[in-house]
């Protein structure tokens, strides 16, 4: 069955690289998009940008600057990697892919605080 | 970059009411828009695509209509599971949640 699992350093300092692995099973990244979503603590969902089947990316335009998604095939692995982090980056990333609807299968969702 | 406008932010229903909860874009979306329901604690879940699809395993006490710059889900018969935050997702035109609907029960 479809299965995403995210994983990452759960702290990060503010000015420093954040970096996310989101590890698949079920299908192939090469069928398939993979996107990034994050929810801030007690607040809404934001798209944070995607991976597609092709290997290109999309990104929020707010975030465009900071972030940077990429991929390992052979290991069924998405990374998010977003630099200059600042508090307001504190939140739950979600990896999700598609399937009719955009976000159809989730991750249970990785905490990652900045803070010193 | 379109804006989606939820309301109410919070709604209180109690069990069987028929519940409307809306969403309004800052301009036309082509009916391109997903309605996610997230429970305490969990992830969201896709419940309806392009405006009145029923995702697969989805209780059909809910539905979706709309078109333009206004949508809506409807809840037919409230049930106690269905207490969560209810969002709104438009991908006419880059990718845009709205802020979200609590639901509880009066």
């Known amino acids: 069955q479809v299965q995403l699992k995210e994983s990452g350093p759960g702290l990060v300092q503010p000015s420093q690289t954040l970096s996310l692995t989101c590890t698949v099973s079920?299908?192939?990244?090469?069928?398939?998009?993979v996107h990034w979503v994050r929810q801030p603590p007690g607040k809404g969902l934001e798209w944070v940008g995607a991976?597609?089947?092709?290997?290109?990316?999309d990104y929020n335009s707010a975030l465009k600057s900071r972030l940077s998604i990429s991929r390992d095939t052979s290991k069924s692995q998405v990374f998010l990697k977003m630099n200059s982090l600042q508090t307001e980056d504190t939140a739950i990333y979600f990896c999700t892919r598609p399937a009719r609807g955009w976000f159809a299968y989730w991750g249970q969702g990785t905490l990652v605080t900045v803070s010193s | 970059d379109i804006q989606m406008t939820q309301s109410p932010s919070l709604l209180s229903a109690s069990v069987g009411d028929r519940v409307t909860l809306n969403c309004k874009a800052s301009q036309n979306i082509n009916k391109n828009l997903e309605w996610y329901q997230q429970k305490l604690g969990e992830a969201p879940k896709l419940l309806i695509y392009?405006?009145?699809n029923l995702q697969t395993g989805i209780s059909s006490r809910f539905s979706g209509s709309g078109s333009g710059t206004d949508y809506t889900l409807t809840i037919s018969s409230l049930q106690p599971e269905d207490v969560a935050t209810y969002y709104c997702y438009q991908y006419n035109s880059g990718n845009t949640f709205g802020a979200g609907t609590k639901l509880e029960l009066k």
């Open positions: 991976i597609w089947s092709g290997g290109s990316t």
């Open positions: 079920g299908f192939s990244l090469t069928s398939n998009s």
């Open positions: 392009y405006t009145n």
